[in-house]
C-alpha cells in the first residue's frame, strides 16, 4: 500500500517533532504548516491525502481550517488537539472534522488511526471506480473498466449509423 501524503498543522515545535520524526520512521511523505493560514495555503498547493491538524494555532482556531477545507474538499482530517471537553471534540467533529486524538497520544494510536484512515481512502477509492466506470443511458448498460481492460475492437456497427444515433 502507497503511504499517503500527509498535512501535518501543528505550532508547537516538539510536538510536530514528535509526529513528522514518526511519519518519517514509518515512511509516511509529509509537509508541515505551523499555522492556520500556511496550512490552508499547503492544502491547496500540495493536496494532501490526509491532515493532522491541531486545533490551538496563532492565527486562527483550527475548527475554522476546518470549515474552509470543507468548503472545496473531503480530505481526511483527523484533529490532535490537547482540548478535551466534549464540547470541543464535538464541534470539531460537526464542522468536518473525521477523528479526533488527545493530546497527550501514543505514537501507536497515531499509527492506528492513520491506518484506519488510509483503508477508508481505499475503499472509497475502490467505490468511485467501480461507480464512475459503468455509464448507464436506459436500458443501455456499459462497463467501461471492461472496454478499458480488453481494448477496443472496432464492431461492423461503428459505421452503420446505430453507433452514432443515425441507423
Given at each position: 500500500m502507497n503511504k499517503p501524503l500527509i498535512l501535518v498543522v501543528e505550532d508547537d515545535p516538539s510536538v510536530r517533532n514528535l509526529i513528522t520524526t514518526t511519519l518519517k520512521t514509518n515512511d509516511y511523505r509529509y509537509v508541515v504548516a505551523p499555522s492556520g493560514s500556511t496550512a490552508i495555503m499547503e492544502a491547496t498547493s500540495h493536496n494532501p491525502e490526509i491532515i493532522l491538524l491541531d486545533l490551538g494555532l496563532p492565527d486562527m482556531d483550527g475548527v475554522q481550517v476546518i470549515q474552509t477545507v470543507r468548503s472545496w474538499s473531503n480530505v481526511p482530517i483527523i484533529v490532535i488537539s490537547a482540548r478535551s471537553e466534549d464540547n470541543d471534540k464535538i464541534k470539531a467533529l460537526d464542522a468536518g472534522a473525521d477523528d479526533y486524538l488527545t493530546k497527550p497520544f501514543s505514537v501507536e494510536e497515531l499509527l492506528a488511526r492513520l491506518r484506519v484512515t488510509q483503508r477508508r481512502l481505499s475503499l472509497m477509492t475502490a467505490e468511485m471506480f467501480t461507480a464512475?466506470?459503468?455509464?448507464?443511458?436506459?436500458?443501455?448498460?456499459?462497463?467501461?473498466?471492461v472496454v478499458l481492460k480488453s481494448g477496443w475492437k472496432e464492431s461492423p456497427f461503428m459505421n452503420s449509423g446505430f453507433v452514432n444515433g443515425m441507423g
Open positions: 464512475s466506470s459503468v455509464f448507464v443511458n436506459g436500458k443501455l448498460k456499459v462497463d467501461i473498466s
